[in-house]
């Protein structure tokens, strides 16, 4: 009875969505207080039942309920526990509820949580997201009904992709998730303001910590599933820039133009429509990446269907919500008045510029990930690979370094050029002096890499320049939530910078004794055996490893066997150090005894992924701090 239920509980929260619908837009057209409070209410209940039927998805899952279609092609009743739960979202049916699940609290919490939006446009806002609940409800009932009953039932279920068995499945795919679907409260609140006419600081603050919240999963998402595609893979890349890959950085990049420009909005009341624009491209991205993911276009490990009949109906839907969004700002972006003005040199105008490069880098992503679609659909086969991204967006993201780390020691509405300059010396001289020590040391490095890891050096020190003569004890949440991203994102440069620049990699193939050497460190092949895990067989490879004649440890890669699906994965070993890590692979034996290994050393490599960290913990730190300002705000009106 378990599917029933959630299958009930999945009609139910769409019918509360069409009744949100209902309400929302009665309150907007002047509806009474009861009504507003019926909204909320309802739009309370709608999240609860979409939880109530992902929760009980996950306990079919946990189950091992084999009478269920979904479970029994996308689990087993042998595997760990952990891959039970998390395979509930590591398919197609199960993440595509998770999806609505997300956009249905995410709509509660909007419902619960916001009281200083005019009653009207919270209304219309609310009305947008159980809008576009309706469309995946349908989509979930019609399409891809999670809880369809297997008759007879499977004896043990097919398995899960072996290369989905990690702990990285448990969290990646739900913080994108968070993200994507966060992005869709930003585009109902544009919606809302557009449909009411009610573009200004308010509304701003209003929508700003949705877009924070959306933009710090994205970071985890995206940095998490980078170290995860890493380490699970055995290609020893971070980023290969794969569509799925780009599907979840292009809303990214979107959120992130987003977030500076909402804060402009909020704080000096300007760029007004560019913000109501970008509020739906945002979303749009994260239409086009779940089309991309789910539409069986793409071939990868993170593409989660095959069947091109469903992914019409995710274009159908992408076509409803951002044509008719487009066509509503199209009609109502001559009222949106043009708010503050303000100088070129400006903290204003760095934001400016930092959402213009943003958007060319996104659209450079945008075409670089669609043509090759577009052009297979017209009969031509071609690729584009990481030899155009690093060309075309390497040299923008450089410029977008300059004005990340201009902006923050600007004034508002205007300054002077010569005394951001005098700010900004120190940073340059550290950060060329920095670049001319690395070339020094090795003049045959790839030009650009090093030339990033000035740039860093030279963000990194700017970053914390806001800092400077202030009380720290006293300086807002905020402020030190947008010097420690802006850290994290130097930090992040460095460490691309310092792999690509210094990375050293070695094929081989030796025998149980031999030895081969890579970077600074000394490998020795000293034995191949067999290993058995839960649910896999393996050849395992035992090396030893010293580093200069220091100390020796020892690495175990292997060649890991899956019955259920019949699957063959390499596992990779890796040591981390202070100043990198070391990376291995073990491939395939041949008929003389020899075993192929792959072997990186990849100096301050790391450094990428805490870079992540440090982005994202900075925006949690400005969500909290945005939120207690407002708080205490709310309270002294309250009080006044």
């Known amino acids: 009875m378990i599917a029933e239920a959630g299958l009930a509980a999945l009609w139910l929260a769409a019918a509360f969505a069409l009744i949100q619908l209902a309400l929302g837009i009665g309150v907007a057209r002047g509806g009474s207080e009861e009504l507003m409070l019926a909204l909320r209410r309802i739009t309370l209940v709608q999240g609860l039942l979409a939880m109530a039927a992902f929760g009980l998805l996950i306990a079919l899952f946990v189950n091992s309920d084999m009478s269920v279609l979904l479970v029994a092609t996308n689990s087993h009743s042998a595997k760990p526990l952990l891959y039970k739960i998390a395979g509930a979202w590591g398919n197609h049916e199960g993440s ?42 349908a989509f979930l009932a019609f399409a891809s009904n999670p809880f369809t009953r297997l008759n007879p039932p499977a004896r043990d279920g097919q398995g899960l992709n072996p290369l989905l068995q990690d702990p990285g499945l448990a969290f990646h795919p739900p913080t994108l ?34 877009v924070l919240a959306a933009w710090i999963f994205l970071t985890i998402g995206i940095t998490a599933g ?75 490990v993170h593409a989660f269907a095959v069947d091109p009949t469903r992914g019409t109906f995710i274009l159908a839907l992408l076509g409803i919500y951002i044509g008719g969004a487009l066509a509503l700002f199209g009609a ?23 959402n213009l490069l943003l958007t060319v880098i996104l659209g450079l992503v945008f075409i670089g990930t669609l043509y090759p679609l577009v052009a ?10 990481a030899p155009f991204f690093d060309k075309t967006i390497a040299p923008i993201a450089l410029v977008l370094v300059l004005a990340t780390a201009a902006g923050p020691l600007l004034n508002w509405r205007r300054d002077v050029l010569n005394t951001l300059l005098g700010k900004l010396l120190v940073p340059v001289a550290l950060g060329g002096m920095g670049f001319a020590l690395l070339f020094m040391m090795n003049p045959t490095a790839p030009m650009l890499p090093l030339l990033g890891i000035g740039f860093a050096i030279f963000l990194g020190v700017a970053s914390v320049l806001p800092l400077v003569r202030r009380k720290l004890r006293r300086t807002p949440l905020h402020i030190w939530g947008m010097v420690i991203a802006h850290l994290g994102v130097a930090v992040s440069i460095g460490g691309m910078g310092a792999d690509a620049a210094f990375k050293a990699e070695r094929l081989t193939a030796i025998e149980v004794g031999q030895s081969a050497t ?11 055996r067999p290993a058995l895990g839960p649910n896999w067989s ?47 692979v073990l491939g395939a034996g041949d008929a003389e005894g020899r075993w192929q290994l792959r072997l990186w050393w990849k100096p301050f490599v790391t450094l990428i992924w805490l870079g992540g960290a440090l982005i994202a913990l900075g925006g949690l730190l400005a969500l909290i701090g945005r939120v207690r300002r407002e708080r205490r705000a709310a309270e002294a009106e309250e009080y006044a």
Request: charged share 10%.
């Open 226 to 300: 980078s170290y995860w595609a890493y380490y699970e893979l055995g290609w020893g890349g971070w980023w290969f820039w794969d569509p799925v890959e780009n599907a979840s950085l292009m809303p990214w990049l979107a959120a992130t133009a987003l977030l500076h420009s909402v804060t402009v909005l909020a704080t000096r009341d300007g760029l007004r429509a560019w913000t109501l624009m970008l509020a739906l491209v945002a979303f749009a991205m994260s239409m086009i990446g779940t089309f991309l993911v789910r539409s069986g276009i793409l071939v990868s």
């Open 96 to 137: 595509m509820l998770l999806w609505v699940t997300v956009l249905a609290v995410a709509g509660a919490g909007v419902a619960l949580f916001e009281r200083r939006l005019a009653g009207k446009t919270l209304a219309a806002t609310l009305g947008a997201q159980a809008f576009i609940g309706l469309g995946f409800y």
């Open 518 to 528: 890579v970077g600074p460190f000394r490998i020795v092949l000293s034995d191949v």
């Open 538 to 584: 393996a050849v395992e490879a035992r090396l030893t490893v010293t580093r200069e004649g220091g100390t020796a440890f020892e690495l175990r890669p292997q060649q890991r066997f899956f019955s259920t699906p019949p699957t063959n994965t390499s596992e990779a070993a890796i040591t981390t150090m202070l100043d990198g890590q070391l990376y291995t």
């Open 332 to 354: 109502r972006v001559g009222t949106v008045t043009q708010g503050a003005t303000f100088r070129i040199v400006s903290r204003e105008g760095a934001l400016v510029l930092n």
């Open 376 to 385: 297979q659909a017209m009969g031509v086969q071609l690729s584009i690979g």
């Open 177 to 210: 998730y968070f993200g994507y679907v966060g992005l869709s409260v930003a585009f109902s609140f544009a919606v809302g303001a557009l449909l009411m006419r009610d573009v200004g600081p308010a509304f701003a603050r209003a929508m700003r910590p949705w």
